[in-house]
């Protein structure tokens, strides 16, 4: 299974409509929760039956009332997604994988979902999607051949919409010229791979952040939930959207070829949240996005037939030489490895992605 993501091309009248549904979920949501919350100790009633009984509430009574007229022009199938989110966010809860859950608010990001009710529909190759109870839509990057599938989610991120959907199929192996690579990641030289190509990931967010800065000071001036504050608040959503686009873009390219190009990849199995104490880094760390490097690397390499292998997070890569196996401190400020004992001298990135290629478990 793998998803499949799409920006969408929509005029004024078809972003009020997107963005209609989206405020449609999100006042479903908060209605659910807040009434789920209310009747905490009204006696033993699970999440899924207090859910189940404000569905009807709210269909044979809420929608009917006439301040409420407008829900009935949207699609039945937002809100009954809405409160299947709000289910799946109180079982995240009692499973402990969660905090509880919390009001939707239009600042967290405007998003919905729906699906068809008569089961998977097909989707046609080409520069339009018909989305289930929404309509037909133009796309920026068409779909290069048919899917199937039944739920559909549209996002925003800055001022563009964008729709996903999931198809339950498997890509074909990819054969890879390559056999092995050892990576090693760092804030210097984002990747640095064993057969000595180096890959310097641009810094979004450092390059932002003057103009970031200017326009955060500017809502901050401005009369609260005025009307120029919201515009100030949706520029500084769009450089924020635009930072995570050019991150993600060069991640993508980066893992996909990797995992296209070597059989057998081994990366540091990093301990990013440790990495982020550090306070004179963590800006630089938390610009590059290692954690997302590894995830995507990992279900990449499942997608295209390669293997990915963790190296043990406290396996010194930096410290031991790649020629002879002597141990040695390095300091960050360091950067080229001086071997006393063969006498080796090379960059500190590349032997440690050597290292990490060479390096096998412990019995």
Same mark, same amino acid.
């Given at each position: ?35 789920? +919350? ?18 009807? #509430? ?46 939707? =608010? ?9 699906? =068809? ?35 559909? +989610? ?48 641009? %810094? ?6 003057? %103009? ?11 009369? %609260? ?30 893992? +996909?070829? +990797? ?13 990013? =949240? ?33 293997? @990915? #292998? @963790? ?53």
């Amino acid at each position: 299974m793998f998803a499949v993501k799409r920006a969408l091309k929509l005029n004024k009248k078809e972003a009020t409509l997107m963005a209609k549904n989206a405020g449609f979920r999100r006042v479903v949501f908060n209605l659910g929760l807040s009434l789920r +919350t209310q009747m905490y100790g009204e006696g033993q009633f699970t999440d899924s039956k207090v859910i189940n009984e404000i569905k009807k #509430v709210l269909t044979n009574h809420v929608k009917k009332q006439p301040e409420c007229a407008w829900m009935n022009q949207l699609s039945s199938r937002v809100y009954q997604n809405a409160l299947i989110d709000l289910k799946k966010a109180f079982a995240r809860y009692r499973e402990g994988k969660a905090g509880h859950p919390k009001f939707a =608010s239009r600042r967290d990001g405007q998003s919905f979902a729906v699906d =068809s009710s008569n089961g998977k529909v097909l989707l046609k190759a080409g520069n339009t999607i018909k989305i289930p109870t929404l309509g037909t839509f133009r796309l920026e990057e068409p779909l290069e051949c048919g899917f199937v599938s039944q739920t559909f +989610t549209i996002s925003k991120e800055g001022n563009r919409w964008f729709v996903s959907f999931c198809v339950d199929a498997q890509r074909r192996p990819q054969k890879q010229p390559e056999s092995s690579v050892g990576i090693d990641v760092g804030v210097k030289s984002f990747a640095t791979l064993s057969k000595g190509q180096v890959f310097n990931a641009p %810094k979004p967010l450092k390059q932002a952040k003057t %103009k970031l800065a200017r326009l955060q000071c500017k809502a901050s001036r401005q009369v %609260k939930g005025s009307q120029n504050q919201r515009k100030t608040y949706n520029s500084i959503s769009r450089l924020h959207a635009r930072i995570a686009c050019i991150r993600k873009d060069f991640l993508h390219k980066l893992t +996909t070829s +990797t995992a296209k190009t070597f059989k057998l990849i081994k990366i540091e199995d990093l301990n990013v =949240s440790g990495m982020l104490a550090n306070h004179k880094l963590a800006g630089a760390i938390a610009d590059l996005g290692f954690y997302e490097f590894k995830r995507q690397l990992e279900y990449k390499c499942q997608m295209y037939g390669a293997s @990915l #292998v @963790l190296v043990e997070r406290w396996f010194p890569s930096s410290k031991i030489c790649s020629n002879c196996g002597h141990k040695q401190e390095m300091p960050l400020s360091i950067r080229t490895y001086d071997c006393p004992g063969c006498g080796v001298s090379i960059d500190r990135d590349l032997n440690a992605s050597l290292n990490i290629l060479n390096w096998e478990p412990s019995a």
